[in-house]
């Protein structure tokens, strides 16, 4: 069983910058693919990033590519989320996820992932 322990989320001003951690535990992250996921209340869970096992690649949702990077540093066990020119649209719960399978179709699909952290808020302020 994999534990996820997000950190990194606050309040931040609108074109500022914040970088979310997630730090795992009972795997090390380069054998497991891992992924961002964020909610506003009320809504559904949207994939952000992912990051696939064994170097197989990173995706972004549309709405964040350019602006956020998703990184994993084997030796901490860590994947990091690195968010920049944030907007009012990005405030969310924001969830790491990870899943021990790698398919391609499936990184987007939140039904995917079988560990989740407990989320960490980032609300970004006009």
């Known amino acids: 069983q994999v534990q996820l322990v997000e950190s990194g989320g606050e309040t931040v001003q609108t074109g500022g910058s914040l970088r979310l951690s997630c730090a795992a535990s009972?795997?090390?992250?380069?054998?497991?693919?891992m992924a961002w996921f964020r909610q506003v209340l009320g809504k559904e869970r949207d994939f952000v990033a992912a990051?696939?096992?064994?170097?197989?690649?990173?995706y972004y949702a549309d709405s964040v590519k350019g602006r956020f990077t998703m990184s994993r540093d084997n030796a901490k066990n860590t994947v990091y989320l690195q968010m920049n020119s944030l907007k009012a649209d990005d405030t969310a719960v924001y969830y790491c996820?990870?899943?021990?399978?790698?398919?391609?179709?499936?990184?987007?699909?939140?039904?995917?992932?079988?560990?989740w952290g407990q989320g960490t808020q980032v609300t970004v302020s006009s």
């Open positions: 996820a990870s899943t021990s399978t790698g398919i391609l179709s499936t990184v987007s699909q939140a039904s995917a992932y079988s560990n």
């Open positions: 009972g795997r090390s992250v380069s054998t497991i693919t």
């Open positions: 990051i696939r096992r064994h170097g197989g690649g990173t």
